[in-house]
């Protein structure tokens, strides 16, 4: 708990610059249901641009996904094995994922207000 968010895995920042080109990066929220995905990716869409990414295919083409490849409610080990419907053809390495989550008493309580059908 805390006023502040916590990063973790900034130190895999660059080792994804290193193995990535900049014009085939994505950026995609993934979390369990009722955590935010959905506020998360409307605020890089509002926000955020890859650059070299527009450079190459567009400007309509920012880099930035709704969900990741592997479907942004699935878990992490999905990654290599998964591939969602509506996560498009990207390969799985191309994505960094932005995780989200919520303390599990503040998720549980909305969850229970908003119900999902999985």
Known sequence: YGKKPVILG???CQVYRD??????RLVAPMGMFNTGTNFVF????????IKERQKKFGMLSRG?????????HSPSSYREINKSATGG??????F???VIVKDPFTWMSSL???HYEA
């Open 89 to 94: 053809d990207e390969p799985y390495d191309h």
């Open 19 to 24: 193995k990535v080109p900049p014009e085939e």
């Open 112 to 114: 229970c207000r908003h």
């Open 42 to 49: 409307k605020s890089l869409v509002q926000n955020c641009a």
């Open 64 to 72: 930035i996904r709704k969900q990741v490849s592997w479907g942004k």
């Open 10 to 12: 900034a130190d895999q």
């Open 96 to 98: 960094f994922p932005i």
